[in-house]
C-alpha cells in the first residue's frame, strides 16, 4: 500500500519536474498589437518546419522584459519599441548582432464608433470634451511611452495625465475605447484595424522616432536553433506579406 | 513610498465599505433563506454562492457587460445621471462586495439555521413584533457567526484583485489597490516598488488576521 502510494507521488512529481521547454518548442514573447499576425503566422512557419511547435505569449513589451529577466524560458523576444529591446541588451538578455527590426508602426488616437465628438489635433484632447483617455502605462507599455513622448514634446502632458486611464497594454486600451467607457485612446493603427466597427481612427499622430520593432533570439533561448530559424522566418517574404496584410509597414 | 500608502488607504476604504454593504445585504438574504422555504431555493443559494467560486475574471465580465457604459444597467445610469461607474473606485467596492458576499451570507444563514425557532416563538407569545424578534432574539443569538464571516469577506476584500482590474482599472490614487500596485510595479520591473508594497500587504493581511481573532475570541475557529 505505501509502496503504491509512493510510487503515485514520484509519478506525480516527475509530471510536475518534468521541463517546460521541449526540444522543437519555440516560445515567442511577443508585444500585443503582433496578436492577430503572429497566430497567423504560425501555422506557415509549422507547416515550413515540421516538428516546430510554436507558443506565444502576448503582452505589453516591458511585461515581458520583466518575466524573461527573471528568467521566463523564452526563445524569441519581439518588442513594440527599442527603449524595451535596449533594456534587453543592456542586460545580456539579447545579443545586439542578432537583434533586427522586423515591422513598423503608426501611432493614432481613437474614438468609440458611435462617438459623437471626435478631436482633430492633439490639443483637442486637452479640452472638456474628453475625461478620459485610455493610454498605456508608460512604465511598461510602448504604446503608453511613444504617447508621452508626443503629448510632452507638445507641451501637453500635464493637461492630459490626470485624464489617463492606465492600460497594461495596447490592446486593453483598444478595449476600453471599444466598450465605450474612454472618450478617446491612443493605440497603434494596426490595433484599430482590429475593430472596425467599434472604435474609428480621429488622427494619425506623427512620432519623434519611427515606430519600428525589434526582434532578437534570446542569449539564453532554451531552443537556440528553433530561435534563429524562427526569427529567421519572419524575415522572409511570406511572413512579411502577411504582416503588411495586417497593416504593418516595411521596417 | 507615499503612493503605497495610498493604495493602503484605497484598500482599507474599498474593503471596509464592501464590507458594511455585505453586513446588511448577507445578514438580510442570509436570514430569508434560513427562514423560508420556497421552490428553487436551493438553485439560489448556489447561485448567491457561485461568486466565490467562479473565477475573478468571470465575475469581472460580467460586470462589465452588466455595469459598464454600454451594459444594462451602466447605460441608464449614464443616460439619466450621467454616471460612469467603471474606472471608479464605486466600481472597485461593486466588485469586492459580490466576491466577498458569499462569505457573509453562508455564515449568516448557518447562525439563523442554529437558532431555536423556539425562542423566537416564545418572544412571540410574549407579544414583541416580527422586527423585534429578529433584533432583539435572532441576531443577537446567530451574531457570532455572522461577525466571523464578515471578517472573513473583510479579509477577501482586501485581497481582491481579477474583477477589480477589470472593472476599476488602474488609476494610481483613484483606483490602484495594493494588490493592483504590486501587478503593476511587478509588470514594470520595480522590484523595489514590488518588495515593499508586498510587505506592506503581508503586515496588513497578519494585522487583519490578529485583530480578528482578538475581536471574536474563539469564535472564527469554531464557526468559520
Not at chain 1, 63 to 87: R, T
Not at chain 2, 38 to 44: E, K, T, V
Not at chain 2, 83 to 106: E, G, N, S, Y
Request: aromatic share 8%.
Amino acid at each position: 500500500m505505501h509502496a503504491r502510494l509512493l510510487r503515485l507521488l514520484a509519478l506525480a512529481a516527475a509530471c510536475w519536474l518534468s521541463p517546460a521547454a521541449r526540444a522543437g518548442e519555440v516560445v515567442v514573447s511577443a508585444a500585443a498589437s503582433l496578436t492577430q499576425a503572429l497566430r497567423d503566422l504560425v501555422p506557415l512557419y509549422e507547416a515550413a518546419h515540421p516538428g516546430d511547435r510554436v507558443l506565444l505569449n502576448f503582452g505589453a513589451s516591458g511585461a515581458l522584459l520583466a518575466q524573461i529577466a527573471k528568467g521566463a524560458p523564452a526563445d524569441v523576444f519581439v518588442s513594440a519599441d527599442q527603449e524595451s529591446m535596449d533594456q534587453a541588451q543592456d542586460r545580456g538578455l539579447v545579443r545586439p548582432a542578432q537583434r533586427r527590426d522586423m515591422v513598423s508602426n503608426s501611432l493614432v488616437v481613437i474614438v468609440p464608433a458611435a462617438a459623437t465628438r471626435a478631436p482633430r489635433a492633439l490639443a483637442d484632447l486637452a479640452g472638456p470634451d474628453f475625461g478620459r483617455i485610455a493610454i498605456g502605462l508608460p512604465a511598461s507599455v510602448p504604446v503608453g511611452r511613444y504617447t508621452r513622448g508626443v503629448l510632452e514634446a507638445a507641451d501637453l502632458w500635464r493637461a492630459i495625465e490626470p485624464k489617463m486611464i492606465g492600460a497594461h497594454h495596447v490592446r486593453q486600451a483598444l478595449d476600453y475605447v471599444a466598450r465605450g467607457e474612454v472618450d478617446a485612446g491612443f493605440v497603434y493603427a494596426t490595433d484599430a484595424a482590429v475593430l472596425p466597427g467599434k472604435v474609428r481612427v480621429a488622427f494619425t499622430v506623427p512620432t519623434a522616432r519611427p515606430i519600428r520593432y525589434p526582434v532578437a533570439p534570446l542569449a539564453a533561448a532554451p531552443n537556440a536553433a528553433e530561435a534563429v530559424r524562427f526569427v529567421d522566418f519572419l524575415f522572409t517574404p511570406g511572413a512579411q506579406a502577411v504582416l503588411v496584410r495586417h497593416g504593418f509597414g516595411k521596417p | 513610498m507615499p503612493e503605497a500608502w495610498v493604495a493602503l488607504a484605497l484598500t482599507l476604504k474599498v474593503a471596509g465599505w464592501a464590507t458594511a454593504i455585505n453586513l446588511v445585504l448577507g445578514i438580510a438574504v442570509g436570514h430569508a433563506m434560513a427562514r423560508w422555504r420556497f421552490p428553487g431555493r436551493d438553485l439560489l443559494d448556489a447561485a448567491l454562492t457561485l461568486p466565490m467560486v467562479m473565477p475573478p475574471t468571470v465575475l469581472g465580465y460580467y460586470l462589465l457587460v452588466v455595469i459598464g457604459s454600454q451594459g444594462v444597467i451602466g447605460a441608464w445610469l449614464l443616460q439619466h445621471f450621467g454616471i460612469r461607474l467603471i474606472f471608479t473606485w464605486q466600481a472597485a467596492v461593486i466588485a469586492a462586495t459580490i466576491v466577498a458576499f458569499p462569505l457573509v451570507f453562508k455564515a449568516a444563514r448557518a447562525a439563523f439555521e442554529q437558532v431555536d425557532p423556539q425562542l423566537e416563538d416564545a418572544a412571540r407569545t410574549l407579544g414583541i413584533g416580527e422586527w423585534g424578534v429578529f433584533f432583539r432574539v435572532s441576531l443577537p443569538l446567530a451574531w457570532r457567526g455572522i461577525l466571523a464571516g464578515l471578517l472573513l469577506s473583510f479579509a477577501r476584500a482586501l485581497g481582491e484583485f481579477g474583477a477589480t482590474l477589470m472593472v476599476a482599472g488602474s488609476i494610481a490614487g483613484k483606483t490602484q489597490t495594493l494588490s493592483i500596485a504590486v501587478y503593476e510595479a511587478v509588470q514594470a520591473g520595480r522590484d523595489d516598488t514590488a518588495n515593499f508594497l508586498v510587505a506592506l500587504t503581508s503586515i496588513t493581511c497578519t494585522a487583519v488576521l490578529l485583530s480578528a481573532g482578538r475581536l471574536a475570541p474563539g469564535r472564527v475557529a469554531a464557526r468559520g
